[in-house]
DNA sequence: GTGGTCAATGACCAGGCGGTCACCCTAACC
DNA sequence: GGTTAGGGTGACCGCCTGGTCATTGACCAC
């Protein structure tokens, strides 16, 4: 579930970890289901098992609660692209694109609420944190594809004249969807890809690779 | 603003229309910028300046009302839809694309409030009604887009061995990343989206079409 | 006038929210 | 054994929510 090292009053960070775990699980779960507004300190406490008034002493508000859990996501989904790029510098371009999309099911195979919170901060505006952090998250993939991308020219695999950054906002945009898709039912219409597997899920990893290395024309 | 016909009781449907038009109005408004659980039925009723009674004699309640707008929304995304098939049908598939895209950068300019509703519904699952009507404004729009793929077929504008469905998502979702980017600041990094105009604008249609069409391989 | 119809109104309700605080219990120290 | 310190607790506060309903007054037919 990770460190947290930062986040909640020195009395929280000094807490038996068992329980420090529970408080997380709890707030996690609940902001993942909920979204920030309508999450209820209440429904945390009834699921952490443990008084209102310890929960505020932990955290000095919800949005300081909130904040922490915000801040564990974006640790890990850091770690993640980190691994990503590492793991896949050498091959190719359609094959490091396999391989960030496909980490990218595993992430959320293994995370699935913290996937959940990463992608309702993207979409809604609704987080209470001035835009900024949205920002920043859209700036960190965003980047990290146009480096692909630039890479990849650097190595002849992509057109040279290529408009990168807008290239790789839309590049990005096709692994969010489908990343969102996989994991949120109704999204793509009944075609699989909603914790799809196997034979269902390379359909689709083809048809992206294509429609990003060839587009549709024949 | 549209005539709303089939919605609200039968009071409100024989309201005085410019009333009539002042609470759907005030009603789009607070939804488009809380979204559906956030809104306030209360701030409806300030913003128009009625009475709370007579709110609920016009709608029994606030799920009524947001389903009332919501139909409002998706018959105008229809018309909308209806005529760029209508206007763009002759033209080379590139065009159609390009068409579609401008026309939906037009129709945001026109209707921003709607827009923001349209995109509340598709992306945040925070709606109340069963997922039903999320699944078909999603297949409404991807059928359209495979459509619009499979004649391309037919007259050899695209690859014939294309996954038709998959790749009509797939370029759906770029679209709504484009639209959702053009009315949502801080969305494509300060690229010149979030309300472009001119010869920003083009920059991005340019990257979108030569993508879809072409892809990034040289 | 009078009685009846009907839309408009806002005080009011129960319930849930984020947040507080006075009190409780335990454990450590002299 | 008495005192002190600190985490644990849930009743409580003010506020806001969606929704109700008794009352009001304008209009109309007789």
Do not use: C
Not at 70 to 87: G, I, P
Not at 105 to 127: C, K, M, N, T, V
């Amino acid at each position: 579930m990770g460190l947290f090292l930062s986040s909640g009053t020195r009395l929280f960070q000094n807490l038996n970890p068992e329980k420090r775990e529970k408080v997380l699980r709890a707030a996690v779960s609940e902001f993942a289901s909920k979204g920030y507004r309508n999450a209820s300190m209440n429904t945390v406490v009834r699921i952490a098992q443990i008084s209102k008034g310890s929960l505020f002493q932990y955290f000095r508000s919800k949005r300081d609660l909130f904040d922490g859990v915000v801040e564990m996501a974006v640790r890990e989904a850091k770690d993640y692209l980190r691994a990503v790029r590492h793991q896949s510098s050498g091959m190719t371009f359609p094959d490091r694109l396999e391989h960030l999309l496909r980490a990218g099911f595993a992430f959320i195979d293994d995370h699935p609420l913290l996937a959940r919170i990463y992608f309702h901060l993207l979409q809604s505006g609704e987080a209470p944190f001035g835009a900024e952090r949205i920002r920043m998250l859209h700036r960190m993939s965003d980047e990290f594809l146009a480096e692909l991308i630039g890479e990849a020219i650097h190595m002849g695999e992509v057109r040279a004249d290529l408009d990168v950054e807008r290239s790789a906002f839309l590049v990005n945009s096709l692994l969010e969807t489908m990343l969102r898709a996989y994991y949120t039912e109704h999204l793509a219409s009944g075609l699989g890809l909603y914790k799809g597997k196997g034979e269902d899920l390379d359909r689709w990893v083809r048809a992206f690779l294509e429609l990003v290395s060839k587009g549709l024309a024949p």
